[in-house]
């Protein structure tokens, strides 16, 4: 499904002291199928662009389409829903929007609530289940005993269970431990392809955006400032400085490399791989 | 979603009302609510509004926003005047139509008691719009102070004051955040029959109620850990001074509630 934002301009609390300008001149194009990583720092408006995407804010200049639905500024707008259904968002702490008794029931609450009838819901559930990697032992558990990691992948599988054609990701992973976090990751990734969803990822690991997305876009104050490719986007490490963002380790190691040794090689690498092959080859070319 | 509620929210500004001392507010706003009940004819209502709009323009809080906050509110003033002019059954008739009967005294009254509502509601809101809660509290403990002599438990009551009013804003922040968690997962909070949106709600209460227990006990430890046990010995770094506006206030006040004693029916 494709997803495109154009010019979209976000105010909250319009026409009162606390009027507050979120995002302005925001064009983003998702295209089936791309994963696309939102860089930025706290406070530029990364998660209002978010909620834009399965209409939870509607923009108060501009227009989404998302799929076949069109959302303009200042108009009432019908079928929201249709969009919510074809659109999952994985809040920030997921685990806060847990209530049911069990965890199946849960789970099934997201798939229900869009008509899946309950058969159907529940084999979803356990799909779902082993997709965040739990077993269905717990599915009869109260989702408030269940641990924090736990909980976390039980509020990920429910908004799976709805079976999104687009992901939509808010730090999905903050404050798990770091094998969870990339036990996530990779299920995502791996979900992203095999069912060519659209996948965006709010995140600040630049690791996470070099590994996974096909487009970056980097945000500050609101508005869009970079859009590239990770390798387009990580070659200009001193723009990214001066942002005051990070880049990730590969790109810095190159970098300390090159100045160290005072050479240059011809390409900017984003894995482990491809630079220690790329380093390699140069030391079996020319003995330093 | 909850953006527009402004009860309880304050608006900083620079204003004569917002520099009052937050004790001689809290006198005025109690007396307020005392004195109003001292009018009763037209032009006693007249001289209340006078006060209470002439009060909001010294505070400079924007009339449009005053507006939409207290729109929710205005339904129930007219909810009041309704009541009032279809149950009062006194004085001459004014309407017939079947079953319904609409008395002189009943509008008189209607109006009158939805007047004193709305001037109410305008002057409290005004204390939070202008005041912040840790001044409000200040203000409180301060005012009530000669009551610790009957072992009244007032510093404790300010701290539970000042943590609820502090965390309004977080519980709101929550719910709007929680609220757009559930409506992405297709949770219908604003249409549909009345029976699905009490039921819609249970998603909504339900983690509120979790994180907000979790909330409270993080709170408790985290203020233990920094050592605290209690208003004994207590200094504060925020001092309370009453100035001459302050003084002027309630002369003005006073002067209110002579004119309105004198000009009551």
Known sequence: MDISLQNIEYRYQANTPFERLAIKDVSIDIPTGTYVALIGHTGSGKS?????????LLPTEGTVVIGNHEVKAKQKNKNLKQIRQKVGIVFQFPEHQLFEETVEKDIIFGPMNFGVSEREAKERARRALKQVGLTEEILEKSPFDLSGGQMRRVAIA???A????????????????????????DMFYSLHKERNLSTILVTHSMEDAAKYADQIVIMQQGRVVKQGTPLEIFSSVSELVDMGLDVPEVVRFQRSLEVKLGIKLGATYLSIEELSSAVAELLRGAPV | MMEKMIIGRYVPAESLVHRLDPRSKLIIIFLFVCVIFLANNFLTYVLIGIYTFLMLGLSRIPVRFLYAGLKPVLWLVLFTLLLQVFFTKEGSLLYELGPIKIYEEGVRQGIFISMRFFFLILMTSLLTLTTTPIEITDGLETLLNPLKKVRFPVHEMALMMSISLRFIPTLMQETDKIMKAQIARGVDFSSGPVKERIKAVIPLLIPLFVSSFKRAEELAIAMEARGYRGGEGRTKYRLLSWKFADTLQLIILAVLTILLILLRS
């Open chain 1, 48 to 56: 209002t662009v978010l909620q834009h995407l399965n209409a939870l």
């Open chain 1, 162 to 185: 709805m079976e999104p054609d687009c992901l939509v990701l808010d730090e999905p992973t903050a404050g798990l431990d770091p094998r969870g976090r990339k036990e996530i990751m």
């Open chain 1, 158 to 160: 429910g908004v799976l």
